[in-house]
């Protein structure tokens, strides 16, 4: 069972060029979110959805894009990357919303933009 | 609005020592905590959660929390660590629909 699954683990980027992260789970899970961590901070929301055709933005959502095409996919596209969205990038799935399970974690995507 | 406070954002223990990891929230709706666990580059892990019911609340790796509502807090404890529980440990808060809301992170680390 692999969970969440995410690529690439690692990438750097110049300026303006743009990247889409992957994020693929196997467990039929119907939310999934896309959280970035910067250092010494918490995880910031960025978008979310409840289930494929259904997104909303979250907290952090200025300078992304999601698509939920799929129950299994929750890719997240950078247009126009900025030295600002260097961080590392955590997906995550729920079976139900997350107040009663939790989420379960991708291991990571860390993106520097130079 | 909900937000969620780490005291600590470094603990050194050595091993076989109790420890407290601290944390403070603030909610307007109905209280969710959870503690999670991330080691060196991996996601993060659910060590425990509390959605009601008993107070203290046991989860894996021997930790354990308590909910306080009069003090707003959800501390998590371990009777004695191990040197594998070296991590960063993550408070959070449900907030308004599916968001959770993380606190910045106490950094543990295991003293042999």
């Known amino acids: 069972n692999a969970g969440v699954t995410q690529t690439p683990k690692f990438r750097i980027l110049k300026i303006g060029q743009s990247m889409t992260l992957q994020c693929t789970q196997d467990?039929?899970?119907?939310?999934m979110y896309w959280y970035r961590q910067d250092p010494g901070m918490g995880l910031k929301l960025i978008y979310y959805?409840?289930?494929?055709?259904?997104?909303d933005k979250g907290e952090v959502p200025n300078g992304y894009n999601v698509s939920r095409s799929t129950t299994e996919d929750f890719p997240l596209r950078l247009e126009l990357a900025a030295p600002s969205q260097t961080s590392v990038y955590f997906c995550?799935?729920?079976?139900?919303?997350?107040?009663?399970?939790?989420?379960?974690f991708g291991s990571g995507t860390r993106l520097t933009v130079v | 609005a909900q937000s969620v406070t780490q005291l600590d954002s470094q603990v050194p223990v050595f091993e076989e020592a109790p420890v407290e990891l601290r944390c403070n929230y603030s909610?307007?709706?109905?209280?969710?905590l959870f503690w999670y666990v991330q080691y060196p580059n991996q996601g993060l892990q659910l060590l425990l959660k509390y959605l009601s019911g008993s107070t203290l609340v046991k989860g894996i790796n021997g930790f354990e929390a308590e909910f306080n509502k009069s003090q707003t807090s959800f501390h998590l404890r371990k009777p004695s660590v191990h040197i594998s529980d070296t991590a960063e440990y993550f408070c959070a808060v449900r907030g308004t629909g599916n968001q959770f809301y993380f606190g910045t992170g106490t950094s543990l680390t295991v003293i042999p």
């Open positions: 995550a799935s729920s079976e139900k919303g997350a107040s009663n399970y939790g989420y379960t």
């Open positions: 909610s307007s709706v109905s209280v969710y």
């Open positions: 467990m039929n899970h119907n939310y």
């Open positions: 959805s409840v289930g494929a055709g259904i997104t």
